[in-house]
């Protein structure tokens, strides 16, 4: 007992002792002497310590958490050189309108300090004796955020049920490319995410007022989040440090290539709009991580690209168990020019050229050449267009426009090759087929029945040999004499002809109109 009650007398002894003799320089303390033992995160120590600073140091309380009142342990600071004449200096002192509360390099090579508290007056100065060297605030800072900090942990209070707010932020910069057949779309840009880490807060005025500073990404707890529908892992060009500000507040920015799968819907290609979704979410904290939007949530910063234009934009949550998610959709509307002139016009000349072989001569043999150059040509277009678009159930604009095109020339060429032997016919027409066919509708697609006559005969004429029409006058009057029944069914042969080319010319234009956008 009575041990006991001697070792008491002595610890206060002891802290009488220190209180009397280590006094503090710099620091918020003005002066004080330290105050022995104190708290320092729920600690007690006896001495100076150098937990936090680079220096030893001490508080001036007895509890240093609640009040933050400390000192740099040791005597007052000598100074050499300079104009002050080896005064000793004053901290802290003033100088570029802040207070300084230790010796500092700004403005000079070397540590100095001012030997009165307003230099920017009296200009007053000399290098620091004996004095090593001094962290800045913003390292002071960092390296006390850092102590018996977890980056694993979440940064919750006491409740381990807490949830943590997340607010997202997708700048896109540039769309880099869009492929159709897989369905894919790669994006450059930087996300932003905006938490609050009670754990990574301070007090401003004891750190010479810095408000905000930055960290690394592996020095801090992050939320985890990613996009879902990414087709490959996201490429991290650059990892900006994290932004810190003294309530707390954590700023993340990411510079990210994405490559993630967007539905394209192909059936008005090339004049279509797509629009596609993306979902970013917590792959590691479902339930503890809450997102919503930071901002207008998504925004582009060239809207243009190669292929495509983006019209607008949105963003939104949505419900995925577990977790929410914040959703992004933007639309892309695809630039239709060299579409039109590549596959469109090309298409539009041939489908009106098609119906031109119902206007050539009598050669079977040309027109089925004629017919089938069309359907090649179509055919070689319609490969070009399925090598863009992706193969799914619905069949876009341009493969229907094609596809109607070709059975319309395949229509056009066998009743083309039906129609040829009309005008080969001898026997007698009917009244009424001749009244119809010869007479009005003659007139109507302007054929006259003598001039077919005449051509007819002037064929026949270059067809025949001469010394045999000589030698023989009686049969080469019979091979020249008009024959008014032949005569009858070549006009029809070619009033049918030419109703045919006007009925697949506007059968040509109806189907582009209908099926193709205007």
């Known amino acids: 007992m009575r041990q006991n009650v001697l070792l008491v007398f002595f610890f206060a002894g002891v802290i009488s002792l220190c209180n009397g003799l280590v006094n503090t320089r710099g620091g918020n303390a003005n002066g004080l002497p330290c105050s022995f033992p104190f708290k320092y995160k729920g600690k007690t120590y006896w001495s100076c310590i150098s937990f936090h600073y680079s220096s030893m140091w001490c508080s001036t309380t007895s509890d240093y958490d609640k009040d933050r009142k400390w000192g740099l342990c040791g005597q007052n600071i000598k100074t050499v050189g300079g104009n002050a004449n080896g005064d000793e200096c004053v901290i802290p002192f003033l100088y570029e309108g802040k207070n300084h509360t230790q010796c500092t390099l700004k403005g000079r090579h070397k ?50 049920t807490e949830i943590i707010d997340v607010s997202l932020f997708y700048h896109v910069i540039k769309v880099m490319g869009v492929n159709e057949n897989s369905q894919t779309i790669t994006l450059r840009g930087y996300t932003v995410m905006k938490w609050t880490d009670e754990r990574l807060s301070w007090e401003p005025s004891s750190y010479g007022g810095v408000e905000k500073m930055w960290m690394s990404h592996d020095d801090i707890w992050e939320p985890g989040v990613q996009l879902y529908d990414s087709m490959e892992p996201m490429a991290f060009i650059t990892k900006s440090p994290a932004k810190l500000q003294s309530n707390g507040s954590v700023i993340v920015s990411k510079s990210v290539v994405t490559k993630t799968h967007c539905d394209f819907d192909m059936t008005q290609f090339p004049f279509d709009t797509q629009t596609c979704t993306l979902r970013f979410g917590s792959w590691t904290y479902r339930n503890e991580v809450k997102l919503s939007i930071l901002g207008r949530g998504i ?14 934009s949105s963003a939104g949550l949505a419900k995925i168990r577990p977790s929410n998610t914040v959703t992004l959709k933007f639309n892309l509307e695809r630039k239709s020019s060299y579409y039109l002139y590549i596959y469109i016009v090309p298409g539009i000349l041939l489908s009106f050229l098609a119906p031109m072989q119902f206007l050539l001569g009598k050669e079977t043999e040309g027109k089925i ?39 319309l020339a395949s229509v056009m060429m066998a009743l083309s090759i039906l129609l040829d032997g009309i005008h080969k016919i001898n026997r007698p027409m009917s009244e009424i087929m001749r009244k119809v066919l010869v007479v009005a509708f003659g007139k109507v697609f302007c054929v ?47 009033v049918i002809h030419r109703f045919m080319f006007v009925l697949f010319f506007v059968l040509t234009i109806i189907c582009s109109f209908a099926i193709l956008p205007y």
């Not at 230099?119 to 620091?128: L, M, P």
């Open 111 to 160: 540590l100095w300090c001012s030997t009165s508290y307003n230099y920017e007056e009296e200009g007053k100065w000399g290098y620091c004796v004996g004095v090593s060297r001094f962290i800045n605030d913003e390292e002071r800072l960092y390296k006390w955020l850092k102590q018996d900090y977890i980056p694993s942990v979440r940064p919750i209070s006491y409740n381990s």
């Open 299 to 312: 925004r582009f910063f060239n809207k243009d690209s190669i292929e495509f234009r983006v019209t607008g």
């Open 369 to 407: 050449h004629f017919g089938i150059g069309i359907i090649l040509s179509l055919s070689i277009i319609l490969s070009m267009v399925v090598q863009v678009i992706p193969a799914d159930s619905k069949i876009p604009l341009l493969g229907k426009y094609y596809g109607s095109i070709m059975v």
């Open 448 to 494: 006259n029945p003598d001039t077919v006559s005449i051509q007819d005969m002037t064929h026949r004429l270059r067809e025949g040999s001469a010394d045999e029409f000589g030698q023989n006058g009686e049969k080469g009057s019979q091979q020249l004499s008009i024959d008014s029944n032949n005569n009858d069914w070549q006009v029809a042969s070619i």
